[in-house]
């Protein structure tokens, strides 16, 4: 018991150094200068290694087609106005930022001019399939509690989509809607606290091992005879 113990808590210290690893990356992505997002060539191959890119695209919005997804935020709850945007090498969705209930419509937000070209620049997410926390995307109803690209894609009707969409940084007009720039990026890391943990049970597991074969042996009355 107490190996088994000792190789979960070396278990987690390995698991704590990859994602310290893994923060340093993400980290070294988000605040790099934004590249072009993978290519429709790549978009099989596309895997986490991809997610937080910091990327740029540019092409015209298609808001007639726009998708509300259900979003808890620092400015409250609302939805995330998935837009999809047309480019050169095809479609992609992208998560123009946050607006409260009373925003949905494009007069209440103060927009203007995204009916021409656009440039976008933010953070590739990777889709997320299904729905949130005990709630389930219901296509056919319009609700969405997930930013799953496939399914919005095909409620949409648009077509070939990339498997992945783009959180839009911040615009710089103060007072408009959506608000982008709200990606949390934060990674649970408890794995130092789960090490000690086992270790500790480790030197449990040792003490009821003496106490029960050393102490049980010193208390245990003489045999007939001895002396």
Do not use: C
Not at 124 to 129: A, G, K, V, Y
């Amino acid at each position: 018991m107490m190996t088994l113990l000792i190789g979960l808590g070396l278990w987690q210290l390995h698991r704590r150094e990859w994602k310290h690893e893994l923060i340093a990356q993400v980290e070294a992505r988000i605040h790099a200068a934004p590249v072009p997002p993978p290519g429709r060539a790549e978009w099989p191959g596309l895997s986490a290694q991809d997610a937080y890119r910091r990327v740029v695209v540019e092409g015209r919005f298609l808001p007639d087609r726009e998708t509300f997804v259900q979003a808890t935020t620092a400015l409250g709850g609302g939805y995330w106005v998935m837009t999809p945007l047309q480019t050169a090498d095809g479609t992609v969705l992208v998560n123009r930022g946050f607006v409260p209930p009373e925003r949905r419509a494009p007069a209440t937000r103060g927009e203007g001019g995204d009916d021409g070209p656009v440039r976008v620049v933010g953070l590739l997410r990777l889709s997320e399939p299904g729905g949130g926390f005990l709630r389930t995307n219901d296509p056919a109803n319009d609700r969405w509690y997930s930013r799953d690209v496939a399914a919005i894609a095909s409620r949409r009707g648009l077509g070939e989509t990339a498997p992945f969409f783009v959180d839009a940084e911040a615009a710089p007009e103060p007072g408009r809607y959506p608000v982008g720039g709200l990606t949390v990026v934060r990674f649970a890391d408890n794995h130092l606290v789960y090490a000690l943990t086992w270790f500790g049970l480790a030197l449990l597991s040792a003490w009821a091992a003496f106490m029960v074969l050393f102490r049980g042996r010193a208390g245990a009355p003489a045999a007939p005879g001895a002396e």
